[in-house]
């Protein structure tokens, strides 16, 4: 088998972060809202941990700066967000690759919890706050979906390989 192309990787990759933050965005029933797990920041994720020199922090910022124009946020807080959890990435890299996948899971739900603070704290800051606990609960359905997003990835970086 021949590697995957970089061009083929870089398509993949935004093909990947297109689906998750179309996801973002598609009205779920209300009971089901709260679990939403942040689609788009796993698959930037998963790419920064497989594929460092195409999934760099210019592009998790511009990922979390289109999620924040299309969610009508505050411009540059899910840009910060990605890129804060991008770079922490980039930097446990070669540690997270060698983990098992539970292991992997429980470093990607303290990079959640840590995005999902810095959003918490920007909200604090512009006034738009919400302090429940159901706020929290998209880090631990990103935690428990991360072994089928790396299945996925991995699956298809395979398969178009």
Known sequence: MRPM????????????????LVLAIVPLPGWLDPFRPDLALLAMIYFVLTSPRIAGLGYAWLSGLFLDVL???????HALGFLVVGYLTHKLQLRMRMFPIVQQAVIVMLLLGLYHFLMFWIDGLTGHGFTGWVRWLPVLSGALLWPLVVALGDSLTRRSS
């Open 5 to 20: 192309s970089m061009l083929t990787r870089r398509l993949l990759y935004w093909i990947s972060m297109a689906a998750g």
């Open 71 to 77: 969610r009508g946020m505050v411009l540059g807080q």
